[in-house]
Nanobody
């Protein structure tokens, strides 16, 4: 069984910053890609950023230049540093991890990020 535990969400004013963390634990041989998705009210869940096992990264166009994804493979943890936050970044943010050897996709429980003045 694999668990993803997220932390770091909260409320912030426009222009502010937050750092999300997600730690994976449980039974697996390793982790391939890790990433963050978000789902705003009434909208579909969409990819925000992902990072491969070798460190390659992908970002949604809407967050490029403002968000940075990183990982600590020794700790099975992925981070999302969010700066220049905008009201449209308000959403529930979900962590994902693809575990080896089964390449199973696991999801965290989600953490709320609210950007409002």
């Amino acid at each position: 069984q694999v668990q993803l535990v997220e932390s770091g969400g909260g409320s912030v004013q426009p222009g502010g910053s937050l750092r999300l963390s997600c730690a994976a634990s449980g039974s697996f041989f390793g982790i391939s890609a890790m990433g963050w998705y978000r789902q705003a009210p009434g909208k579909e869940r969409v990819l925000v950023a992902r990072i491969g096992s070798g460190g390659s990264t992908n970002y949604a166009d809407s967050v490029k230049g403002r968000f940075t994804i990183s990982r600590d493979s020794a700790k099975n943890t992925v981070y999302l540093q969010m700066t220049g936050l905008k009201p449209e970044d308000t959403a529930i943010y979900y962590c994902t991890a693809i575990t080896l050897p089964t390449m199973t996709v696991h999801w965290g429980q989600g953490t709320q990020v609210t950007v409002s003045s």
